[in-house]
């Protein structure tokens, strides 16, 4: 009896341990994705430097400041291919190294040609991490997916706050556009040899609590209906959240003429809504898909008609932007990254994270080349009414076709 008591507590303590370890692994790939949410903002925010250094016009710089999200499109379902293939470990390291490496290559850009390809190369890498990530949230937190979803786009929503306001200062305080780049891309090749050195495959490769759990409901294929819409839908915010996104600190500089800090300082706010993922994901385990997702997307409806007004206070613009990261970045990317993995069975999860990754950024990728073409011919506020309010309108309806039944349980 004694040596069977001693055995459990051993086991126990043995468990709790490599339960501390997992997280602690589990915590330094949630800086790594931090980083590269941060690292989404240095061409948006560095956008007027970027266009008077390479001479671009503004559709062109508009299109540069989404287009990581083609390369994101391009190598989501690659992503998840790789690591059904190699393992997740492999994809997260390979991916952390190819989009900081890409962030180092930006100070060498010549002209529009070599700009673009390094920023397809930067999503690339953001696409192998980002797959990675919420097939591995999903696998370790199996009863509480879309919540496990919500943990990895808090860091987002983190990256979102502290990208803005660290590359405002540093452009302002050094007066050059390359610092901020130098500076993050030294960083993640910091944090992609670390992970090599210290996360282990047993973490990032089990299939957790997942594979104890009872496989039932949701689809076999990424054929079904309820993918295909939830692609639609991903595909319609990707259009939608990274016109704003590309262009929004452009319009503050260029429109209103805050300084780089100034624009940093009302962006981040954006970044602040996006921190409530976490609580945005427990809404979409415990209310349905089609309201969450509907309420979400009416919100952004009406803040399209105000977001790109001049003449309003600071505090205002604040506002809104933290209102685009509760109800965009928190409650309607979080639901719809849930939607695609609930909507096929819970041993696919990669495949429905990568279906994700690669629809919504299909959207993004023409985001910022979309309403640069809208402003030039219609200015902002008209761009802002047809891109977010309108695109958001479709989505709103179309979300009612989804059949949330067949969702996996």
């Not at 952390?96 to 920023?119: C, K, P």
């Not at 992970?195 to 490769?205: E, G, I, K, N, S």
Request: glycine share 12%; with cysteine.
């Amino acid at each position: 009896m004694a040596s069977t008591a001693h055995a459990t507590t051993a086991a126990t303590a043995e468990h709790s341990g490599a339960r501390t370890t997992a997280l602690a692994m589990f915590a330094l790939l949630l800086v790594s994705y931090t980083l590269m949410s941060a690292d989404r903002y240095l061409i948006s925010m560095l956008g007027p430097d970027i266009r008077a250094a390479l001479g671009l016009s503004l559709p062109q710089m508009g299109a540069l400041t989404t287009m990581f999200t083609l390369g994101i499109a391009i190598a989501g379902l690659p992503g998840g291919a790789l690591i059904a293939r190699y393992s997740r470990r492999a994809v997260l390291i390979l991916g952390i190294g190819l989009f900081s490496a890409a962030t180092l290559l930006f100070t060498q850009a010549t002209g529009f040609l070599t700009m673009f390809v390094f920023i397809v190369m930067q999503g690339a890498g953001m696409s192998f991490l980002a797959t990675s990530m919420f097939a591995l949230s999903a696998s370790y937190f199996s009863k509480t997916r879309v919540a496990a979803v919500g943990i990895v786009n808090v860091c987002f929503g983190l990256g979102s706050f502290l990208g803005p306001w660290a590359i405002g200062n540093i452009r302002s305080s050094t007066g050059n556009w390359q610092p901020p780049m130098a500076i993050f891309g030294l960083l993640g090749i910091a944090l992609a040899i670390l992970t090599a050195l210290v996360v282990r495959p047993w973490f990032t490769d089990s299939k957790g609590v997942a594979q104890h759990g009872e496989d039932t409901g949701g689809a076999d294929s990424l054929l079904n209906r309820n993918t295909i819409i939830l692609s639609l839908l991903s595909t319609l915010y990707g259009l939608t959240v990274y016109g704003f996104l590309g262009l929004y600190p452009t319009f503050l500089r260029d429109v209103l003429k805050l300084t780089p800090a100034e624009v940093g300082g009302i962006m981040l706010f954006f970044g602040l809504g996006s921190l409530t993922a976490f609580f945005a994901g427990q809404l979409g385990d415990r209310f349905p898909a089609k309201v969450v997702l509907s309420s979400g997307s009416l919100v952004l409806v009406v803040l399209g008609f105000f977001l790109y007004l001049p003449g309003l206070s600071t505090g205002t613009y604040k506002l809104m932007a933290l209102l685009v990261g509760v109800f965009g970045a928190a409650i309607v990317y979080t639901n719809l990254a849930g939607g695609h993995i609930k909507s096929l069975r819970r041993s696919l999860a990669s495949r429905g994270s990568s279906m994700f990754i690669s629809s919504l950024y299909a959207g993004g990728a023409l985001g910022g080349y979309v309403m640069g073409s809208l402003v030039a011919n219609w200015g902002w506020a008209v761009a802002g009414q047809i891109q977010i309010s309108l695109l958001s309108l479709i989505s709103a309806i179309l979300v009612f076709a989804l059949r949330t039944n067949e969702f996996s349980k």
